[in-house]
């Protein structure tokens, strides 16, 4: 069954010092994948993607997520963190099913809190 | 300007009434989600469609309906047959086949009580 896990229900970093959100992922061929953040009461924003080539994706807001393909890894990363980077985020992976229908899946959300 | 737009953003429904949620796209995409949002559960696709007149059901479709009798609009009816509909809804984009490397864009939801 193809699926996407993010490991964390939150995770909690100081300002300033580097964050990682982890996400897997499990899907036939080669996947689409995508991060997304959403503040509270809004829509999901997206923040980057991986299609093909180099394994370091670099997207909005300094977030950057790193492609392994042996580990079925897609983890979200930034050097520095700030408060406003404080949300919930998603990672997605797009996998082809019957009909030629593309469909997005969704991990279930980790949650991000930066502290001062 | 060019994107999603869901109204309402509250909604509050009785038992037993069906209410219907709005989405509209000025982005010319061919293809429209709608997604269920409850707490720790991430993201549950509902229906989805890639083209006028048509949609397919998609993970939890029991007590929802849709249409797509326009390319810009894709309306989520949740029906009184829905027995857990206080959620928070949303609708999204996307260009269509052959544009799987392309990301979907989102609505910034609809929140739905039911009272």
């Known amino acids: 069954a193809q699926s996407v896990a993010q490991p964390e229900d939150q995770v909690n970093v100081a300002e300033g010092n580097p964050l990682t959100v982890k996400c897997t992922y499990s899907v036939s061929g080669n996947p689409y994948l995508f991060w997304y953040v959403q503040y509270p009461n809004r829509g999901l924003q997206f923040l980057l993607k991986y299609i093909t080539g180099d394994n370091l994706v670099k997207g909005s807001y300094g977030f950057e997520a790193e492609f392994n393909k042996s580990q079925t890894s897609f983890h979200l990363k930034k050097p520095s963190a700030l408060v406003s980077d404080s949300a919930l985020y998603f990672c997605a992976v797009r996998a082809p099913f019957s009909g030629g229908y593309n469909k997005l899946i969704f991990g279930a959300g980790t949650r991000l809190a930066v502290h001062p | 300007d060019g994107g999603i737009t869901q109204s309402p953003k509250y909604l509050f429904r009785k038992e037993g009434q069906n209410v219907t949620l709005s989405c509209e796209q000025n982005?010319?995409?061919?293809?429209m989600y709608w997604y269920r949002q409850d707490p720790g559960q991430g993201l549950r696709l509902i229906y989805y469609s890639q083209i006028v007149n048509d949609f397919q059901k998609g993970d939890i479709a029991e007590g929802y309906s849709v249409s797509r009798e326009k390319k810009e609009s894709f309306p989520l009816t949740v029906t009184s047959a829905q027995k857990n509909p206080t959620a928070f809804y949303l609708c999204?984009?996307?260009?269509?086949?052959?544009?799987?490397?392309?990301?979907?864009?989102f609505g910034q939801g609809t929140r739905l009580t039911v009272v």
């Open positions: 999204a984009s996307s260009p269509g086949t052959g544009t799987w490397s392309t990301e979907a864009f």
């Open positions: 982005l010319n995409h061919d293809a």
